[in-house]
């Protein structure tokens, strides 16, 4: 097993059409397992989703397993498009099907 540590990580992933880029201040990425740990460090930037549809999450942490095509948190979120903010805690990004679930305290403003 290879566990690989950065202090700055950017990762992108495409599929059928659909992609994101990953970015926070730290992160470690499991070879073996094909997964992608990333964090804010105290007082570090929030960790950042971008997503080609618009779209842009921020939270403290997340974990990638690209083997269930899975982005993850249990911490708290906030995803903002051009007409919707969304807050709320946890987070699901199913990568194969370009499909975002908030999964508790969810607060939406629609303008």
């Known amino acids: 097993m290879y566990e690989l540590i950065y202090k700055k990580l950017f990762v992108k992933k495409s599929h059928s059409g659909f992609s994101l880029t990953v970015s926070g201040d730290a992160g470690k990425i499991d070879t073996d397992g094909k997964t992608v740990s990333v964090y804010q460090e ?19 942490s997340l974990n990638w397993s690209s083997h269930e095509n899975l982005i993850q948190t249990d911490d708290r979120v906030e995803l903002v498009g051009s007409r919707i903010s ?15 679930m908030v999964l508790k305290n969810v607060q939406a403003d629609i303008y």
């Open 42 to 60: 105290e007082g570090g930037d929030p960790v950042l989703i971008w997503m080609s549809n618009g779209y842009l999450v921020r939270t403290d």
């Open 86 to 100: 969304i807050r709320g805690e946890g987070l699901r990004v199913f990568t194969d099907r370009a499909e975002l």
